[in-house]
């Protein structure tokens, strides 16, 4: 199952995910609301990224998003010509004793790797940002046949 | 994004926020936020039972005020989050300062 969009805000991306989630329930992929939301969570993260930082903030920009339903994960390939991402390890925020000293930002990378299983990126020679994300579908969620 | 406030006694203010937080919704859910507690309203509870999605700007707006109404004494209480942002605080196991309460009544019950 493939779906595509080009020209996606953060709007068309949930609309996006909305519908795929319809359609693997309606293939009989029934997957819980803790796990979609974590891979939701995950997309949106990263969509929030490249518009952050590949578009400085622009409202509407040319990210194109693809899902796919594999036999073992879901996979979420992103693609847009912003400017390249410099890539740092995610941290989780450390919590200090004084609230005052929480930071405020910085989270969304810690957040989408915290919620798949494969976070990668990589920027073309031909100036094309790629995120690949992935994430193992609980086993004996689907009826058998169903995802071959 | 929708949001909206009440009084819920002369203490506690009950914000109510409809539909996603994100990027683009932050900023006015920043500018509301901050309106209130520079009105006084240091004591919230903010109902997350109708938002829909929260991500790390959102997340990072919770923070923002937990720590101003910090600064003036006051406090703040995440009520009846939803799976998705439950989630979001818990991977970023920023629920041990956002701590969430099931319900708004339980939220408003722990200011008593």
Same mark, same amino acid.
């Given at each position: 199952?493939?779906?595509?969009?080009? /020209?996606?805000?953060?709007?068309?991306?949930?609309?996006?995910?909305?519908?795929?989630?319809?359609?693997? /329930?309606? #293939?009989?992929?029934?997957?819980?609301?803790?796990?979609?939301?974590?891979?939701?969570? *995950?997309? *949106?993260?990263?969509?929030?990224?490249?518009?952050?930082? *590949?578009?400085?903030?622009?409202?509407?920009?040319?990210? #194109?998003?693809?899902?796919?339903?594999?036999?073992?994960?879901?996979?979420?390939?992103?693609?847009?010509? /912003?400017?390249?991402?410099?890539?740092?390890?995610?941290?989780?925020?450390?919590?200090?004793?004084?609230?005052?000293?929480?930071?405020?930002?910085?989270? #969304?990378?810690?957040?989408?790797?915290?919620?798949?299983?494969?976070?990668?990126?990589?920027?073309?020679?031909? /100036?094309?940002?790629?995120?690949?994300?992935?994430?193992?579908?609980?086993?004996?969620?689907?009826?058998? #046949?169903?995802?071959? | 994004?929708?949001?909206?406030?009440?009084?819920?006694?002369?203490?506690?203010?009950?914000?109510?926020?409809?539909?996603?937080?994100?990027?683009?919704?932050?900023?006015?859910?920043?500018?509301?936020?901050?309106?209130?507690?520079?009105?006084?309203?240091?004591?919230?509870?903010?109902?997350?039972?109708?938002?829909?999605?929260?991500?790390?700007?959102?997340?990072?707006?919770?923070?923002?005020?937990?720590?101003?109404?910090?600064?003036?004494?006051?406090?703040?209480?995440?009520?009846?989050?939803?799976? $998705?942002? $439950?989630?979001?605080?818990?991977?970023?196991?920023?629920?041990?300062?956002?701590?969430?309460?099931?319900?708004?009544?339980?939220?408003?019950?722990?200011? $008593?």
């Amino acid at each position: 199952m493939v779906l595509q969009e080009a /020209g996606s805000s953060l709007e068309a991306m949930h609309g996006m995910l909305d519908c795929f989630w319809q359609r693997l /329930g309606g #293939g009989g992929v029934a997957l819980d609301d803790l796990w979609r939301a974590q891979f939701t969570t *995950a997309v *949106a993260e990263i969509g929030t990224n490249i518009l952050r930082h *590949a578009y400085d903030n622009l409202p509407v920009v040319s990210i #194109g998003l693809r899902l796919r339903l594999y036999a073992d994960c879901v996979e979420a390939r992103l693609i847009d010509r /912003g400017r390249p991402y410099t890539p740092r390890p995610p941290a989780v925020p450390e919590i200090p004793d004084d609230i005052a000293a929480l930071a405020e930002g910085g989270f #969304g990378l810690t957040i989408a790797c915290a919620a798949v299983d494969v976070l990668r990126y990589r920027r073309t020679t031909s /100036g094309v940002n790629c995120w690949r994300l992935r994430k193992k579908l609980p086993r004996l969620i689907a009826p058998e #046949g169903c995802l071959r | 994004m929708d949001i909206t406030h009440r009084q819920h006694d002369d203490n506690v203010t009950l914000v109510d926020i409809v539909g996603r937080i994100d990027l683009f919704s932050a900023p006015e859910a920043r500018r509301t936020l901050n309106d209130l507690i520079n009105a006084g309203h240091t004591r919230l509870v903010i109902n997350l039972a109708e938002t829909s999605f929260i991500d790390s700007s959102g997340l990072g707006i919770l923070i923002s005020v937990l720590k101003a109404v910090r600064r003036v004494h006051g406090d703040l209480r995440i009520a009846a989050p939803n799976t $998705q942002a $439950q989630t979001v605080l818990e991977l970023t196991t920023l629920d041990r300062v956002l701590r969430p309460y099931a319900t708004v009544e339980k939220a408003l019950a722990s200011y $008593q």
